[in-house]
């Protein structure tokens, strides 16, 4: 909404006070804000979100979605929100719109411009690859489910144990069941939840709903150039608007649901051109289960 694109200024929309705030000073002509930062529901469900669309018509130059792909992921059931962006053309009719994604596939692309209902759009894209990430994929040491994730998160931890500051910064995706029995052990190698706390562990978890301290704690050091924390045991909380500078290794105990997920974990190593490497472990069965082919396929090669 600014003039002037190299004097940007702006404005998150988060709460539902904030909304009011906002309300007031567009409908009195005085937001100084060039961009306007918000999710989904802060606009579709807020209960002034759309009371803010009404006072916004006229005076919005465009509309930018990030991660645009979880409109078709997340839209259908888990956050509804997303597949109802589409509302934003009846308030902004003729203002342009860009989708932004990492990961965005054919399949997406064409779900995105009906459920946007855009018919004239123009794709720009570049190739994936980076050549900083090496690819490896492992077949999982036999045993009973448990005993093949365990076999993995072990030689990590005791690798950490050895290394310590030289190990490299390591995100590691798991199951939600199996992370209590990571930070066990880890607890256990490193002398005992009596000796490690969050100020001083060189390991550490990161999923949904996590005590919000510790979260920050451990996001906050990864976004560092010399994070403490050198193993870090996740769901896919992080493998989407994530940005650590020093993560140089990516391990997957089982392979994720999709590969655009896939593509967005691996994603956090090696983003300021560091030589990393992302490991997937696999099991035959997973080759045997229902999947998309391109995934069965890479797990293959």
């Given at each position: 909404?600014?003039?002037?694109?190299?004097?940007v200024?702006?404005?998150?929309?988060?709460?539902?006070?904030?909304?009011?705030?906002?309300?007031?000073i567009?409908?009195?002509?005085?937001?100084?804000?060039?961009?306007?930062?918000?999710?989904?529901?802060?606009?579709?469900?807020?209960?002034?979100?759309?009371?803010?669309?009404?006072?916004?018509?006229g005076?919005?130059?465009?509309?930018?979605?990030?991660?645009?792909?979880?409109?078709?992921?997340?839209?259908?059931?888990?956050?509804?929100?997303?597949?109802?962006?589409?509302?934003?053309?009846?308030?902004?009719?003729?203002?342009?719109?860009?989708?932004?994604?990492?990961?965005?596939?054919?399949?997406?692309?064409?779900?995105?411009?009906?459920?946007?209902?855009?018919?004239?759009?123009?794709?720009?894209?570049?190739?994936?690859?980076?050549?900083?990430?090496?690819?490896?994929?492992?077949?999982?040491?036999?045993?009973?489910?448990?005993?093949?994730?365990?076999?993995?998160?072990?030689?990590?931890?005791?690798?950490?144990?050895?290394?310590?500051?030289?190990?490299?910064?390591?995100?590691?995706?798991?199951?939600?069941?199996?992370?209590?029995?990571?930070?066990?052990?880890?607890?256990?190698?490193?002398?005992?939840v009596?000796?490690?706390?969050?100020?001083?562990?060189?390991?550490?978890?990161?999923?949904?709903?996590?005590?919000?301290?510790?979260?920050?704690?451990?996001?906050?050091?990864?976004?560092?150039?010399?994070?403490?924390?050198?193993?870090?045991?996740?769901?896919?909380?992080?493998?989407?608007?994530?940005?650590?500078?020093?993560?140089?290794?990516?391990?997957?105990?089982k392979?994720?649901?999709?590969?655009?997920?896939?593509?967005?974990?691996?994603?956090?190593?090696?983003?300021?051109?560091?030589?990393?490497?992302?490991?997937?472990?696999y099991?035959?069965?997973?080759?045997?289960?229902?999947?998309?082919?391109?995934?069965?396929?890479?797990?293959?090669l």
């Open positions: 909404m600014g003039s002037n694109p190299f004097e200024k702006p404005l998150l929309l988060k709460l539902n006070k904030l909304l009011i705030y906002v309300y007031n567009v409908i009195q002509e005085s937001l100084s804000a060039s961009i306007i930062l918000t999710h989904p529901e802060g606009l579709l469900v807020a209960e002034n979100g759309v009371k803010l669309l009404r006072a916004l018509e005076k919005v130059g465009a509309i930018v979605i990030d991660e645009c792909h979880k409109i078709d992921d997340w839209g259908r059931e888990f956050r509804k929100s997303f597949s109802e962006l589409v509302v934003l053309k009846s308030f902004f009719n003729n203002v342009p719109i860009a989708c932004l994604s990492g990961t965005l596939t054919g399949k997406h692309i064409n779900a995105l411009s009906k459920q946007l209902l855009i018919s004239n759009f123009k794709v720009i894209s570049v190739s994936p690859e980076k050549t900083n990430l090496k690819l490896i994929v492992c077949e999982k040491i036999k045993g009973t489910s448990y005993e093949k994730i365990e076999n993995i998160y072990k030689s990590q931890i005791d690798q950490l144990l050895v290394e310590r500051n030289n190990f490299p910064v390591t995100l590691m995706f798991m199951p939600m069941e199996y992370i209590a029995h990571a930070m066990s052990y880890a607890y256990y190698a490193f002398g005992g009596s000796k490690i706390t969050v100020n001083n562990a060189v390991f550490g978890c990161l999923y949904s709903n996590q005590d919000t301290e510790v979260l920050t704690c451990i996001i906050t050091d990864l976004q560092t150039v010399q994070p403490r924390f050198r193993l870090v045991f996740t769901t896919t909380v992080v493998g989407m608007g994530f940005d650590p500078p020093s993560v140089t290794q990516v391990i997957h105990c392979p994720p649901r999709s590969l655009t997920n896939y593509l967005q974990e691996i994603g956090r190593a090696g983003r300021r051109g560091q030589m990393s490497t992302a490991t997937l472990y099991t035959n069965m997973d080759l045997k289960k229902p999947t998309r082919n391109s995934r069965r396929h890479f797990m293959l």
